[in-house]
């Protein structure tokens, strides 16, 4: 399954949700999460993500592997989203900040 990493947080530009064929996105307050049970590894989001914040299960960087379980966790409880929706007003001053994850909102 492909795996959605810190640079979404506070970001959260839902570019992605448009292409997933697998309704595998589902949302948080400042963060999205791909279900790995819905993804079909079609590879068509990453790309599409301005923050470059999604990575295949296998590529997902050393120090982001524990969001491939936390992407798993809140999947179980947060919507599935399947429409675009306007980004934070602040998305841009966020990008490539690093560990946002201490702002996560759950
Ligand atoms: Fe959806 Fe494809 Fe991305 Fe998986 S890889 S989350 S199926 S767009
Ligand atoms: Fe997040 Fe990128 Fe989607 S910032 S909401 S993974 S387009």
Redesign the pocket.
Known sequence: AFV?TD??IQ???????AVCPADA?HQGPN??VINPDSCIDCDL?PV????E??YQEDDVPEDQKDFIELNAELAKTWPVITEVIPAPADAEQWDGIPNKIENLII
């Open positions: 959605v640079n979404c970001c959260k530009y839902t570019d992605c949700v996105f963060f999205l989001c599409e993500c301005p923050a914040a999604i």
